[in-house]
């Protein structure tokens, strides 16, 4: 079993700045690819990033890409999502997920392809 646990999470005015972590206990050694999902109230949840253990290959969903960067410490077992100029339609509860093997490009935005998921931790921005 691989957990999950979420931080960096708060409140933030328009403009401004988070770094998110994700740090993984457990059986990480099980484990190929971490990512980033966020879900806005009344919205279903949204693929943001991933990254690969071994290599670091990232990947964005499009709507995400300039403003958000995934980044791994291979060390630590941890994934960071630094969060940029931040808007209020960014807050959402954010999630990290792990997924046990490959997944092919067009599954990264599967979440059914995910086999762990953290808690979340909520970002809120206000304008």
């Known amino acids: 079993q691989v957990q999950l646990n979420e931080s960096g999470g708060g409140l933030v005015q328009a403009g401004g700045s988070l770094r998110l972590s994700c740090a993984a206990s457990?059986?990480?050694?099980?484990?190929?690819?971490m990512a980033w999902f966020r879900q806005a109230p009344g919205k279903e949840r949204e693929f943001v990033a991933l990254?690969?253990?071994?290599?670091?290959?990232?990947y964005y969903a499009d709507s995400m890409k300039g403003r958000f960067t995934i980044s791994s410490d291979n060390a630590k077992n941890t994934v960071y999502l630094q969060t940029n100029s931040l808007k209020p339609e960014d807050t959402a509860v954010y999630y990290c997920?792990?997924?046990?093997?490959?997944?092919?490009?067009?599954?990264?935005?599967?979440?059914?392809?995910?086999?762990?998921w953290g808690q979340g931790t909520q970002v809120t921005v206000s304008s």
């Open positions: 997920a792990a997924a046990r093997g490959p997944l092919y490009y067009t599954d990264y935005d599967a979440q059914d392809k995910y086999d762990y």
């Open positions: 457990g059986r990480t050694g099980s484990t190929y690819s």
């Open positions: 990254i690969i253990w071994r290599g670091g290959m990232t």
